[in-house]
């Protein structure tokens, strides 16, 4: 199964509204990263939160990390027509000098007007 | 201003045809990577790319090849070995190569297709 893997896999909610997504993983992380990709398009990097962070803010985006329990979720706040997108979390491991980027499957949010 | 490009955006594959996806960036960065995305799937890592004249293998490299002739090119050429090459692929960089603190930047993607 995917390293990080995003809760629900589907979302709608009213504008205005605030829209929390979910991502647990299995394994230490050097950091989580999340990402938004509108259709058809590639994926805009949003926020990176590292592995000794807990919380983390941008704009209208709080992210917070919870390496006991593996997960993390982002919060949009005061949510847009214009935020309607799939949002996917990223977690970096390391073997050695190794890094790896794996993504989740991805949260596909409506946000109706 | 910088960015990624992709190109073509649509491409459409005879079956036992090679067909090769362009990606050049203009950021100046040393990695660059790409990826196969499948509906209701998150990306797969298929080549990356460290430096120039170097390239590894993903998750997903067979039936695919790459080179890496120029900091700013890194073109990927799906193979005749790839049997069910229809998705989206996406080109991604980043400033070191995968040093894990760094964001990727991504190009807007070409789909394929069997025709």
């Known amino acids: ?113 | 201003d910088g960015g990624i490009t992709q190109s073509p955006k649509y491409l459409f594959r005879k079956e036992g045809q090679n067909v090769t996806l362009s990606c050049e960036q203009n950021l100046n960065h040393d990695a660059m990577y790409w990826y196969r995305q499948d509906p209701g799937q998150g990306l797969r890592l298929i080549y990356y790319s460290q430096i120039v004249n170097d390239f590894q293998k993903g998750d997903i490299a067979e039936g695919y090849s790459v080179s890496r002739e120029k900091k700013e090119s890194f073109p990927l050429t799906v193979t005749s070995a790839q049997k069910n090459p229809t998705a989206f692929y996406l080109c991604a960089s980043s400033i070191r190569p995968l040093s894990g603190n760094q964001p990727q930047h991504f190009g807007d993607g070409t789909r394929l297709s069997i025709l």
């Open chain 1, 1 to 113: 199964s995917q390293q990080g893997e995003e809760d629900p896999q589907a979302l709608s909610i009213q504008e205005g509204e605030n829209a929390t997504m979910n991502c647990s993983y299995k394994t230490s992380i050097n950091n989580l990263q999340w990402y938004r990709q509108n259709s058809g398009r590639g994926l805009v990097h949003l926020i990176l939160i590292r592995s000794n962070e807990r919380e983390k803010h941008s704009g209208r985006l709080r992210v917070t990390l919870d390496t006991s329990k593996k997960s993390s979720s982002l919060l949009i706040t005061a949510s847009r027509a214009a935020d309607t997108a799939s949002y996917f979390c990223a977690t970096s491991t390391s073997r050695g000098s190794n890094y790896k980027l794996t993504f989740g499957k991805g949260t596909l949010l409506t946000v109706n007007p």
